[in-house]
């Protein structure tokens, strides 16, 4: 996932929020990589920040159970 802050060109004074949500490897994040240089490209919006969030391996959630349960009153 990452999410793109990003200025309209029309009001420059607001920000705007655009969340990529898509599968790419760590570290080198060649899709992202690719996205963002075809929104320099082509989109009139200039970026302002670019926040990442990762996994290093796609994995099934991880849980354990509990071992035991207390009710509380």
Known sequence: MAENLYRLPAHPVFLQSCIWHDYDLAPRFSLRRGFLGSWAAKLEGRLRSVRVAHS???TPLEFRLAAREFALN
């Open 56 to 58: 290093k391996l796609i």
